[in-house]
């Protein structure tokens, strides 16, 4: 009895020490990066011509509208407008004119009170000009991100509060270290996979707490998300992938940033796997511990045939998940494609559709590594700690 007590917490201190030693390189690398970044040879801002200020609607003093033939409504307003924005255009009365297009008229026509987003455009030995951009939608995204986050704390309590930090770390590590990162010219897959390692890494701790569970997932997860950028590079070298198949990147040429195209294509996908892969391994990891919790007789071999049952269907649902998320942000061009048939090799091959194929099957093996893998780990070490776990039981998300 006490060999298999001192076998189980061999188990625990091998797979603990080996996920801190990987977190920690990876933070190591992170930090390295992060303080001999060289300078960013681009400006924010630098192709833009007009300031963006928020006004608010005082009166209309005109309004027509009509429909077109293909249903959309036209709308030209000549509105009377006050500047918001602190600086030297606050408190500016204008009168401007704007042309809306949309489903309906409500959608798109302002009211007295409103705010609008208005462009500021000077030029030497020229009027000012301005153009009404955009309604204001600060107040209803403001609404639904605040019920998001109410509702995430009220089923998660202190997890749900957790993942909302993990959240918010994503947002600080994309915009505060890997985008500056590829400004400055470094490589975007290494940027990418340093910052989204360590990024998941913290998540899957806030999320879960440091335990097995923890550390099983994030080492499921480092390897999994090696495995797709190594595959993401493969394949986009094999398919002849420029990385210029969106309008975005050839407008990012034209201004004058010399990012590397494909780098930031691969960067992409790894960046996206990345956030399906965190999913995965965590719930894997959690349904073998809780598999075994329910009988500490179950071998490793036994928690890995059950635990893959698991795995297969929520694997099926995540490979469909990819597919759908990706064609849901194309469905425009879908649209043009369907319209303007040309055989369908020929679509194929287009490289904006080739992009799509690869990112999402990419994705989807990185999800088919994801799963075994983490399931192997996990059945193993729950196998080796067995009625010996020392741990406290993990709190599963939602759970009382």
Do not use: C
Not at 10 to 23: D, K, S
């Amino acid at each position: 009895m006490e060999q298999n007590r001192l076998s189980a917490y061999r188990a625990h201190y091998v797979l603990e020490g080996i996920a801190v030693g990987l977190l920690v390189l990876t933070a190591m690398a992170v930090i390295v990066l992060h303080f001999t970044r060289p300078e960013i040879p681009f400006t924010a801002g630098m192709a833009s011509l007009e300031d963006t200020v928020n006004a608010r609607v005082l009166r209309v003093l005109h309004e027509e509208s009509a429909t077109d033939p293909s249903g959309l409504v036209r709308v030209s307003q000549t509105l009377e407008m006050v500047i918001l924005a602190r600086g030297e255009y606050e408190g500016r009365q204008i009168e401007v004119v704007y042309n809306g297009l949309g489903p309906d008229v409500d959608s798109i026509r302002f009211k007295p009170g409103q705010q609008a987003l208005l462009m500021v455009s000077e030029w030497p030995d020229e009027p000012t000009f301005y153009a009404v951009a955009d309604h204001v939608r600060w107040w209803p995204l403001g609404a639904l991100a605040l019920l998001f986050a109410l509702v995430t704390v009220l089923v998660g309590r202190w997890q749900g509060l957790r993942a909302l930090l993990g959240l918010v770390l994503g947002g600080l590590t994309i915009g505060g270290f890997i985008l500056p990162q590829i400004l400055a010219l470094r490589d975007p897959v290494v940027v990418s996979l340093a910052g989204m390692a360590l990024l998941m890494g913290i998540t899957l701790y806030l999320i879960q707490g440091w335990n097995s569970i923890a550390h099983t997932a994030l080492l499921g997860l480092l390897a999994s998300l090696a495995f797709t950028g190594l595959l993401a590079w493969l394949w986009t070298s094999l398919a002849h992938l420029t990385g210029f198949g969106s309008e975005e990147t050839l407008y990012l040429q034209a201004i004058g940033v010399g990012v590397g195209m494909r780098g930031l294509l691969l960067a992409g996908m790894i960046i996206g796997a990345a956030g399906v892969l965190d999913d995965v391994v965590l719930a894997q990891a959690v349904a073998v511990y809780e598999l075994a919790a329910t009988d500490a007789h179950l071998t490793a071999r036994d928690l890995y045939r059950r635990g893959m049952k698991v795995g297969v269907a929520h694997l099926a649902s995540m490979v469909n998940t990819l597919m759908l998320a990706y064609a849901s942000a194309s469905l425009p061009l879908i649209i043009l494609f369907y319209l303007f048939p040309e055989p369908w090799y020929l679509t194929l091959n287009r490289e904006l559709i080739a992009e799509e194929i690869v990112r999402t099957l990419v994705g989807s093996l990185g999800l088919m590594l994801a799963v075994p893998l983490t399931t192997a780990i996990a059945a193993w070490m729950r196998g080796n700690l067995g009625k010996h776990e020392t741990e406290a039981r993990p709190i599963v998300l939602g759970e009382r």
